[in-house]
């Protein structure tokens, strides 16, 4: 068993008296994932729009349309419990003049978190806003004369400054990647799609008179879409957060768009970008790059 001494912080100590971490190599206390103590604000969405229609021929109707959106006080996660940067803005300690990493090769020697007697405590705090703007437009034939169509374009652009919970593309961090800095992950949402295009129609065979193929229709859907954002990542921890909630970004040295597209080989140029120096945080933006679009 393990026995946590309670107690209350007084003015001037070092730290709070609880918890008194044991010690004999116990863990550190932490939470993962947690709820900030302090979230006392509700998320909520605000949605607006405009259109116009306009007949342009008989049963043909164009509708054209701004629909837009903003998202208040989302939950995004963040390492509460941070380490402690050093007078450069690195989580290096350089002051023991070895290369920034431990005899073992393995971790960064940092300066320490924020509250030592904690551990890592990656909670959700209701931080992140979003805005979304879309232009769309919609050309909608009713059934006339044995032929039906719709066809929908969508052109739209959604941003905001961390991802909410679990996002709906994978590929990028789902909490702050600085701790310390909200505006480094100001970018294109995860489920930021540009442009959309999706077209419909039905025609109805005109053989009435023949029972063979009396009621019989033809009709069909196309569907094409851009692609969606993704985020480079180092691969390894070379800020020394020791969790997963922070993964660091590589440099960008490359000039233009690193992407390819190539299917057959890298999507990618992986030499745009290089290792940012041991304890930074790289200069590649977040949802920096796209995948390909569907068809």
């Known amino acids: 068993w393990t026995t946590f001494q309670a107690g209350l912080s007084v003015p001037g100590s070092v730290a709070p008296l609880f918890p008194t971490i044991p010690t004999g190599g116990k863990p550190l206390v932490t939470s993962s994932p947690g709820f900030d103590w302090n979230n006392n604000v509700t998320p909520?969405?605000?949605?607006?729009?405009?259109?116009?229609?306009?007949?342009?021929m008989q049963g043909t109707i164009l509708t054209v349309g701004y629909v837009g959106s903003r998202s208040v006080h989302e939950l995004t996660q963040v390492e509460q419990n941070p380490l402690i940067l050093g007078p450069n803005g690195s989580t290096v300690n350089t002051t023991n003049g070895n290369n920034g990493f431990n005899a073992a090769g393995t971790a960064v020697v940092t300066y320490g978190r924020v509250n030592p007697n904690l551990g890592s405590f990656p909670d959700l705090i209701p931080t992140t806003n979003s805005r979304y703007n879309s232009m769309q437009i919609t050309v909608n034939r009713r059934l006339l004369r044995n032929v039906q169509a719709q066809a929908t374009y969508t052109w739209a652009k959604c941003e905001d400054d961390g991802a909410f919970g679990g996002a709906f593309n994978t590929n990028v961090n789902a909490a702050w990647g600085n701790p310390y800095n909200q505006s480094y992950d100001h970018s294109v949402c995860a489920y930021d799609i540009t442009q959309s295009l999706r077209v419909n129609g039905l025609w109805e065979l005109p053989f009435g008179k023949n029972r063979l193929v009396s009621g019989w229709q033809l009709s069909?859907?196309?569907?094409?879409?851009?692609?969606?954002?993704?985020?480079?990542?180092?691969?390894?921890?070379?800020?020394?957060?020791?969790?997963?909630?922070?993964?660091?970004?590589?440099?960008?040295?490359?000039?233009?768009?690193?992407v390819t597209g190539n299917p057959g080989g890298l999507y990618f140029d992986p030499t745009a970008f290089t290792l940012a120096p041991l304890g930074t945080f790289g200069n590649s933006g977040r949802l920096s790059l796209r995948g390909p679009g569907f068809n």
């Open 220 to 258: 069909g859907i196309l569907t094409s879409t851009g692609g969606l954002p993704f985020t480079v990542f180092q691969g390894i921890d070379s800020l020394g957060f020791g969790t997963g909630v922070v993964n660091p970004r590589p440099n960008f040295v490359g000039s233009g768009n690193p």
């Open 44 to 56: 909520y969405v605000i949605q607006y729009n405009l259109s116009i229609q306009r007949e342009l």
